[in-house]
Every structure is written in C-alpha cells, then in structure tokens.
C-alpha cells in the first residue's frame, strides 16, 4: 500500500473529480476551513476536508471513493452516528457531509427572503459561522459564498452566525466554545449577536460536554490564552465551563478581576 505522504492532493481531489462523474452525482465541493483559509491566502498543511453535495447522495460518494482508493492506498471508511462518514488516509480525515439542515430550515430562509432553498443553501446556512460557509470546487480555484456573508465577515475579522444565534448556537452541541476557539486561531472579534445572546443564555455553553468543552478551550488557550480569557470573561462562562490545569492560572487571574484585555 502507497502512503498519502506519496500521493498528492491534487491527485486525490482528481479522483474525486473522476468518482462523481462515473457514479453520476452532483458535483462535489469542499467547504469548512480550508475553504476559509483559502479565501484568507493562510492554506497551509490540510489534515482535514469537509466534502459535500448539497444530497443525500454524498455518502455514496464516499462509499464509492473508498472502493477505489483502497486499490493503491491505506484507506479506512467509517459510517459515523449522525449520518455522515469519514474516510482516512494517513494523515488526512475527509468527513462527507450528510447534508446537516436544521430544523425549520426553510422557514428561517423564507424570513431571510430565500424562498425555495437549493439544498446546498439550507446546508450552508445551517453550519456554525459564515467563515465557514463558504464552497470551493476541487480543483481549488472558484469560491463561493452561499450565504453572501462570509468573504464580508472574514474581512472584517468576525465570528458571525450564520442564522439567527439563538438558532445556530443551539443546533449542535459545540458552538459556543468553537465560536471561542475560532475567535483566538483566526484572531477574529465575535460579532455582537454572538456576544448579546450568550451573555442572556449564559447555559447555553454546557450543550457541549464537559470533555468537548475542556478539549476546544484548551486548543482556545493554547492560541491565544489572553484572548480566550477575555472572551470567556466578557460572556460569563467561567462558572459554566470546566477549569482544566491550562487555563486555571487565568481564572484565578478572573476572580481577582484581573484579566488582560487583548489590544
């Protein structure tokens, strides 16, 4: 079995390429992070790709790339509880979206003036940030923002939900302290809905689990522990959160009153 460190990227999204058109679905892109970090010129190593369709179809995809990937390479598929699957490939994770909509989908859309929703954009408009909501094509060259939001919000260095966040912020488990987190890698503000909403629904935070919780704000910390501090300062979760051995010198610092505030 060849490695992923032999095989090339471009080659990989090639055979993605050649998978959807014999199978015959629609074309496949890649959104999440590396989309962001593309729009940003900050690509750097990718460890990780989040592929999607905007149908149901993508898991065939991925059941269907992993037959053909297994004749050259290490491969290993796994069908995951909530409907997506993931393929590894030394190194690399690609996770194949299960086309995630919220519920209520196309009624948020229809107040937002989107009437008749392509799939893609109930899928778009359902993740967490409009940084993240942005597709490129796999050959790495057209990119494009569903929402309209999020070439904006990146130059303007904002965490921005991409619906309502009393919607967003609650429709899976983790985004409150990955709005955290996201604020201290990228070195973004969080938007001011994002700040309004969890200062009145402080407990919205512990949706996530206490190891999730502890693993992100750590990642937080070790990003920028000045800025995370802050933020978990400014919206009133250190009480909710769980206080590992990294970041408790800066919630000693909290209890004094005496935390820095990033410049």
């Known amino acids: 079995m060849i490695g992923i460190v032999i095989m090339k990227l471009r080659e990989l999204l090639f055979i993605i390429q050649a998978t959807q058109k014999e199978i015959k679905v629609p074309e496949a892109f890649i959104c999440g992070g590396v989309s962001r970090d593309k729009y940003m010129g900050r690509l750097d190593h990718i460890n990780d790709l989040d592929i999607t369709n905007g149908t149901n179809t993508i898991n065939y995809l991925s059941q269907e790339l992993a037959i053909k990937l297994k004749r050259k390479y290490n491969v290993t598929r796994k069908p995951m509880p909530d409907g997506h699957s993931t393929i590894f490939i030394g190194d690399l994770k690609m996770d194949f979206s299960s086309n995630f909509n919220v519920s209520e989908i196309d009624t948020y859309l229809n107040k937002l003036g ?63 302290v990955r709005a955290i987190y996201l604020a201290c890698k990228l070195g973004f503000d969080l938007d001011e809905s994002i700040i309004s909403y969890v200062q009145k629904n402080p407990n919205s935070v512990k949706i996530s689990t206490e190891k999730s919780m502890t693993e992100k704000l750590n990642e937080a910390f070790d990003r920028d522990a000045d800025k995370a501090s802050h933020l978990l300062s400014k919206l009133n979760l250190w009480k909710l959160v769980p206080i590992s051995e990294k970041i408790y010198p800066y919630y000693e610092k909290s209890l004094k009153g005496k935390v820095n505030v990033p410049k």
């Open 114 to 176: 989107i009437n008749k929703p392509s799939e893609m954009q109930k899928e778009m408009y359902s993740r967490d940030f409009t940084c993240n909501a942005l597709l490129i094509d796999t050959d790495l060259k057209n990119i494009i923002d569903i929402t309209k939001h999020g070439f904006k919000d990146i130059k303007a260095k904002k965490i921005k939900t991409c619906l309502d966040p009393s919607i967003t912020l609650t429709s899976n488990r983790n985004r409150v």
